[in-house]
Structures are given as C-alpha cells and as structure tokens.
C-alpha cells in the first residue's frame, strides 16, 4: 500500500511563495506517476501539476504555468510543488496523487491560502 503525505501549506500574502512536500511511502519505481491537484471551496478537484519518475518530464495546468514548478528527489522519496507569485485564486486544499499501471492514490491534502 503506498502512502502519501503532504507537508508545507500555510497562509501567505499575494505575491509570496510556498513550498508543498509529499514524501511516498515504499521506493517509487520507474512505472509511478506523480502529480499535484487542487481543490477550491466548492470546486472540482483539478490538476496543477505532473512528473513522470522515470524521465522527469513535467506537464502543468495553464494557470501555473511560469509560476509553478514540480520536482522530486528520487534519494528522499519526495515529490515538491514550488509555488511562486501566488495569487488569491490559488487558494485550495493541495492534494498529492500516485499512478502506478491502475492504481491511484491520493494524500489527505495541505490547505494554502493566499491572502490579497
């Protein structure tokens, strides 16, 4: 069973920055796909942000792109989410996501609010 959990949301000031963490439980294979997805009040949840372990390519909603930036460390076990220049609509639970071949989970979330 893989385990996902978040760490680094908080409030912040428009402008400002954050750093989201997700550490994966286990040793994450060449086959995983690692993503972040947000949820505003009231919203769907929605993809912010992805990487494929084994090559790195990254792939990023429109709204982020420029100002947000997808990493992981293969050492640590962790998948970050560099936020940058946040604005007030980019408040949201921020969730981590794994995709294994068909299997799919989620971390319980790190809520980020941008203040104006």
């Known amino acids: 069973q893989v385990q996902l959990v978040e760490s680094g949301g908080g409030e912040v000031q428009a402008g400002g920055s954050l750093r989201l963490s997700c550490l994966v439980s286990?040793?994450?294979?060449?086959?995983?796909?690692m993503a972040w997805y947000r949820q505003a009040p009231g919203k769907d949840r929605d993809f912010v942000a992805g990487i494929s372990w084994i090559n790195g390519i990254r792939t990023y909603a429109d709204s982020v792109k420029g100002r947000f930036a997808i990493s992981r460390d293969s050492a640590k076990n962790t998948v970050d989410l560099q936020m940058n220049s946040l604005r007030p609509e980019d408040t949201a639970v921020y969730y981590c996501?794994?995709?294994?071949?068909?299997?799919?989970?989620w971390g319980q979330g790190t809520q980020v609010t941008v203040s104006s």
């Open positions: 286990g040793r994450p294979d060449d086959r995983y796909y």
């Open positions: 996501y794994a995709q294994r071949v068909q299997d799919e989970y």
